[in-house]
């Protein structure tokens, strides 16, 4: 089937089997291997992107259903690939990653909750995270990481 | 960062830039030219005798390339996968070791065994292939539990191990032990398991084999944590490959924790069948898959005794343990159970006589091996939990016990009687510190509170000393190890300045690219960035031993460490010369050489551009260049500890236990970046909390189904179980490393299982609760607070 949608700002066409995951879509084809996959059952959240600024399982759901969306992987966090978004730089300063392979997606997953919570509590990131595993950090240091991350990405719009 | 970052500093982490920015690069993220893709076909039967295998059908659907079961590969002369330690019975006899095909060839051995493997086109055409193929299995009574391994008259794995005994392991003074129960005043005893675990590192396993027709080169890219191991096993004793010919990559890793420190059957499968389709062969486990293929951890069943005199004092410990080895032998499975369990029981007590028998079994589930923690974590949960057995028994406060029978900081270095020497510690002082951060003295008040709110609440302690950074290669080889232990690393200073240090340990999460830069920052006074840290190639980096056992900072380190001390020399060397000076005279800090006493003085940058353009150079005596390596054995293993408390509360109406607060004191030794150690330890109190609370791989005992095979059956812990953990280190230096470093990577995993069990049982003593086996479920809760209160209200 024949698709087109906004990848990290580009506009993408491709044609896909209508059974292809937008998470194979993105890794198997178009070679954005950040989104990564952790599980066969929707449960570790190592293949979260945004899919018109929402947090999605890209494992969960058909690459034709992306037909018409924007769609954000890790890549296009960082807008030039060099300086980094605030979640970015706030889980590099918190220490919340060590082997690297949970925290694409959960950054994509903090970005989405952070951009309603400018200020939010431990036990609301806690909580928000519970769809994304990591196995290295214990979580300490993400749920720090998040904390920060909201607060650089609101900095300086408060009224 | 343009500056020198040195020893203590925390400075973020050089290789995070391209993680945040989703640019790892993973096996499962490599793409080969040609590549085609495989999938294993693995038995549904925990045992059956495999007939005839059918693959006609699957060979000839389309893009099939080729179907391969074990009779090829055994018809190829390929051998048996090997193992890494070789242990010895109380008998004298060597433990059986049968052998282990990469894939299966006459009887399947546990759900999960791999019998088949397809390789096609695509990944979807070898899956289905993989469906297709016909296997004729006839099915055997299956064994999954350790005690029915051993009745006579079960099921054997292994037709010729009979009771399923792989070895009957002791260490040891049985007769001490025997004198000291003989005098005691109070025996505690504590029948015990030790739930089986599942690994799961977030990245699932992988790799791709390739062949060069061309040069007859192979290369492997695996998520390994000791590329260089899997290449002399693989090399040496599966594929008859020359080492020269074999190249192993271990890219970015995303997590190992023991998992991915075994030679596993798929390696040496897709490494042979790329040979012999001559294209690319890529395989990447599903997590399903993983759970019924990856190495499992622990399980243990054991019954211990604890003798004490009338003032609570240690007399004489003895431990019965049940260790589970699975279907076949993995690459450390049996040395886990025996020489990294028994000699850690002394703990930190002045237990004058310990003995422990292990009888390591074979059983019809996944081969165990090495998990975080590996041996250390099960030792320590027989002791805590024996402790605070006696501790209750006898009416003695549970710190206070502890205390009691501490080793003493001034008795170290101290030997203990089950083999082990700790070189430095002081346990008293980790705990009372944990005392005093857990803030022990509120713990009534807050008790109170809970019991308001209907609430129990408990607090547990658990203290731990550990051996770590494996390992002195001369005493492993004394206890079976069949290999060396050392690290490697080369210190390789460019004509500019910069400098790249190739290394044989591992990173997979634990932050070396930075704490090893700061090393060679402190110590050449080059700037931070100017150092990058390369490691995982065996076409790169020399040798290495790889990463696990907490051993990477503690050997890898030291030999880093010694590479630069050579390159510091040969850098005095050639700046005396330039300064027309004498060596001696010549004192090399700060990243310049001066002449004592003097403002002359040649920069680091300078020296390296004299060794590589040797014009005015000591050509008669030095050589040019400037590159040393080194190799470090270790003189003993390390020896971190610490003391933690847990505190829980449980809600009666679920049974759920929430773990209220952690706080942990851990002695680690020198620490470079107090940043990745603390990051260490809240991980692996994480694992450990898991263990304790939630994992548990579960066999069903009549079909050998394995029962938690997914995250949906297989709880692993989440952001929203868990506190805010309080850690510091209280340390003590290393006697013996060149940087007084002790290793921190699996502590937090080793001490917390006994203090959240602790406090658990704690918590519950009001009704009458003497133990919890682990994972403390709401359900095993709540059957055991109902079964209390009927054994309460009958009485
Ligand atoms: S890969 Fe695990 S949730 Fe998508
Ligand atoms: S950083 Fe390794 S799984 Fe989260």
């Known amino acids: 089937m024949d698709i087109s949608f906004t990848l990290n700002g580009r506009e993408t066409a491709v044609d896909v089997p209508p059974a292809t995951l937008l998470v194979e879509l993105l890794r198997e084809r178009l070679g954005l291997t950040g989104t990564h996959v952790g599980c066969d059952t929707s449960q570790c959240g190592a293949c979260v992107v945004h899919v018109d600024g929402r947090s999605v399982k890209s494992c969960t759901m058909l690459a034709v259903s992306a037909d018409g969306c924007a769609v954000t992987t890790v890549e296009g966090l960082s807008p030039d690939g060099r300086t980094l978004h605030p979640m970015q730089q706030a889980f590099r300063d918190c220490h919340g990653l060590q082997c690297g392979f949970c925290t694409p997606g959960m950054m994509m997953s903090a970005t989405d909750f952070a951009a309603s919570h400018p200020a939010p509590t431990e036990a609301e990131v806690r909580h928000w995270l519970e769809g994304n595993i990591c196995r290295c950090t214990g979580y300490q240091n993400i749920v720090k990481s998040v904390i920060a991350g909201a607060a650089a990405m609101h900095q300086g719009t408060e009224a | ?795």
């Open chain 2, 1 to 795: 960062m343009a500056e020198v970052v040195g020893i203590g500093a925390a400075p973020r982490r050089k290789e995070d830039f391209r993680f945040v920015t989703g640019r790892g690069n993973y096996v499962a993220d490599i793409v080969r030219p040609g590549m085609a893709f495989g999938a294993f076909l693995r038995s549904v039967h925990a045992h059956a005798e495999i007939g005839a295998v059918d693959t006609a059908a699957a060979a000839a659907m389309p893009g099939v390339r080729a179907v391969f079961t074990g009779a090829d590969m055994a018809a190829d002369g390929v051998g048996g996968l090997p193992v890494g330690w070789g242990i010895v019975g109380r008998d004298g006899l060597p433990m059986k070791e049968p052998p282990h095909p990469a894939l299966a060839v006459g009887k399947v051995r546990y759900v999960g065994d791999a019998v088949a493997f397809v390789v096609a086109d695509t990944l979807e055409a070898a899956r289905a292939a993989a469906e297709a193929i016909v296997v004729d299995y006839r099915p055997l009574p299956a064994v999954v539990d350790m005690a029915a391994a051993l009745t006579p008259g079960s099921p054997l794995v292994f037709d010729d191990v009979p009771g399923n005994l792989c070895c009957d392991w002791e260490l040891g003074d049985a007769i001490a032990v025997d004198k000291a129960f003989a005098k005691a005043a109070h025996v505690a005893r504590l029948k015990l398991v030790n739930n089986r675990l599942i690994g799961n590192p977030m990245e699932p396993r992988a790799a791709i084999g390739e062949y060069n027709a061309g040069t007859g080169q192979y290369t492997l890219w695996t998520t390994s944590q000791f590329p260089h191991v899997v290449r002399l096993l693989m090399g040496e004793f599966v594929l008859h490959i020359p080492q020269h010919r074999l190249r192993v990559v271990a890219p970015d890793v995303g997590g190992g924790f023991g998992v991915k420190q075994f030679h596993y059957a798929e390696e040496a499968v897709v490494t042979w069948a790329a040979g012999k389709l001559a294209c690319p062969v890529k395989w990447v486990c599903e997590r399903s898959e993983g759970f019924i293929s990856d190495a499992h951890g622990r399980d243990h069943v054991t019954e211990a005794a604890l003798a004490l005199d009338a003032e609570g004092r240690f007399l004489g410990m003895k431990v019965e343990t049940l260790a589970n080895m699975g279907g076949y032998l993995s690459t450390f499975g049996p040395n886990i159970p025996t020489n990294l369990y028994a000699p850690l029981l002394s703990g930190v007590y002045t237990t004058p006589a310990i003995h422990c028998s292990v009888k390591v079994v074979f059983t019809n589930t996944v081969p165990v091996d090495a998990y975080r923690g590996a041996g250390r974590p099960e030792a320590t949960f027989v002791v805590e939990r024996l402790v605070d057995v006696a501790a209750i028994e006898m009416g003695i406060d549970k710190a206070e016990i502890r205390r009691r029978n501490m080793i003493p900081a001034e008795a170290y270095p101290y030997q203990t009687p089950v083999l082990v020497e700790y070189d430095s510690g002081n346990p008293r002082a980790c705990l009372d510190r944990v005392v005093e951060l857990a803030d022990v003295a509120g713990f009534p008040a807050r008790r109170e509170a809970s019991a308001k709110a209907g609430k129990y609440r408990g607090l547990g302690f658990s203290t731990y000393v550990e051996a770590c950074g494996l390992a002195p290669s001369r005493l492993a080889g004394q206890l079976g190890a069949r290999g060396g232990l050392y690290e490697s690393a080369t210190v390789r200073v460019h004509p500019t300045g910069q400098v790249t240090v190739l290394i044989g340990t591992h990173n997979h999460g634990q932050g070396h690219e930075t704490t090893f830069a700061q090393i060679v920052s402190d110590k050449l006074g080059v700037p931070f960035d100017q150092v990058d840290i390369v490691f995982g190639d065996t076409d790169k980096v020399q040798f290495g031993m790889g990463t696990y056992g907490s051993r990477s900072l503690v050997v890898g380190g030291a030999a880093l460490s010694k590479a630069s001390d050579k390159v510091i020399l040969k850098a005095r060397k050639i700046a005396a010369h330039l300064l027309e000076a004498a060596e001696q005279d010549v004192v090399f800090e700060n990243g310049k050489a001066s002449v004592a006493g003097t403002d002359r003085a040649k920069t680091f940058a300078e020296i390296a551009g004299a060794a590589y353009v040797p014009h005015n150079y000591p050509l008669e005596t030095l050589e040019p260049g400037l590159e040393e390596q080194a190799y470090y054995d270790p003189v003993n293993f390390t020896y971190p500890g610490g003391a933690h408390v847990a505190e829980v509360e449980i809600d009666p109406e679920t049974g759920v236990v929430t773990l209220a607060a952690y706080t942990a004191v851990d002695d680690v030794g020198t620490v470079i970046n107090p940043m990745i150690v603390e990051g260490q330890i809240h991980g692996g109190i994480i694992q450990g909390v898991g263990q304790a609370l939630f994992e548990h791989g579960v066999y069903d005992p009549d079909s050998g189904q394995l029962l938690s095979g997914s995250f949906m059956d297989y709880c692993m812990p989440r952001a929203d179980d868990l506190p805010k953990m309080t850690t510091t280190t209280q340390s003590t230096q290393c006697a013996h490393t060149p940087m007084g470093v002790k290793g921190c990577g699996e502590c937090g995993t080793i001490g917390s299982p006994a203090a959240v069990i602790n406090a658990v049982v704690d918590a519950l003593a009001p009704l009458g609760v003497k133990h919890v086996d682990m994972p403390a479920s709401p359900g095993r809760i709540w059957h055991l607070m109902r079964n209390a209160g009927l054994a309460q209200a009958a009485e």
